[in-house]
């Protein structure tokens, strides 16, 4: 078990009212317990949470009015993922995949994996399939792929990364998992608060389905896995953006964090391999 003490400042300036999402909350499940958690608006705004999608991802909704905004969110997490060995990892067949399973083989918004079936099968068809593929998927990404903040944008898709071989975290994560359904591995877009992240920030990262449960990965190798606490899952990006706004707002100021509590620092490293880490 590790105790994540996680959170976030926003600032704004709103020219005219505005509604805000945010999906800036802890999940809440058996392998995440919020043990205790904040969210104050300044000026004082009425907030209404909302459970979205099939996953139930807890998203904040205000209304805000022209002038500076200020929103503050700290939560206490404890996790309790399973890890487990992951030499002991296959792939599902495609036959006993769970029926709420199998929308995450389906190409997405940012995730254009019907694009990519060829290549894919030419890059990866002959490796052994399981953990070990998957990992191989994360470590091509991560030598083809060069970090840039700012590089890439909101209409910025998984076959554009790979033109222009640069991006962010959610970028990795798009090919990663664009990568993965090509090869009919069923995979998901994780958004959240990491330890140790550098520069600290939301992170991307995802999960694929091995052996009939849900494992997680970072392409960017930026953070421990262990040390992820999940905020929303869906498809890719746009089922868990961090902020989506309507209305003339401008962001002033973002800080984030998330702090591992425990004495020995309990987060799995990021390449350790021999371990397959799932909190779902």
Request: proline share 6%.
């Amino acid at each position: 078990m590790s105790i994540i003490d996680v959170g976030c400042r926003l600032n704004y300036l709103v020219r005219s009212p505005a509604v805000f999402l945010l999906n800036l909350s802890a999940a809440q499940n058996v392998h995440q317990i919020v043990n205790a958690e904040s969210l104050d608006v300044f000026p004082t705004q009425s907030v209404e949470e909302c459970a979205v999608g099939p996953l139930g991802n807890r998203i904040v909704r205000l209304n805000a009015p022209p002038g500076e905004l200020a929103i503050n969110y700290h939560a206490t997490v404890e996790l309790h993922a399973d890890s487990v060995d992951s030499n002991n990892l296959c792939e599902t067949s495609y036959e006993q995949l769970p029926a709420d399973v199998l929308a995450y083989l389906n190409p997405s918004r940012y995730c254009e994996s019907d694009k990519l079936y060829r290549f894919a099968f030419e890059e990866f068809g002959q490796l052994l399939p399981g953990y070990s593929r998957v990992t191989a998927i994360c470590n091509w990404t991560f030598k083809q792929l060069t970090y840039t903040p700012g590089s890439t944008g909101p209409t910025t898709t998984a076959c554009d990364v790979l033109l222009q071989r640069t991006g962010v975290c959610r970028d990795y994560a798009h090919v990663a998992i664009s990568l993965c359904r090509a090869m009919g591995i069923p995979a998901r877009y994780v958004s959240g608060y990491a330890v140790n992240l550098q520069p600290p920030d939301f992170h991307g990262f995802f999960e694929a389905y091995l052996d009939k449960r849900w494992f997680l990965f970072d392409a960017t190798r930026l953070a421990p896995v262990g040390g992820f606490v999940r905020i929303g899952t869906g498809r890719d990006a746009a089922d868990v953006a961090f902020a989506t706004i309507r209305g003339d707002a401008q962001s002033t100021g973002i800080d984030v964090w998330a702090i591992d509590t425990n004495p020995d620092g309990g987060a799995s490293g990021p390449d350790n391999v021999q371990t397959g880490v799932s909190s779902a």
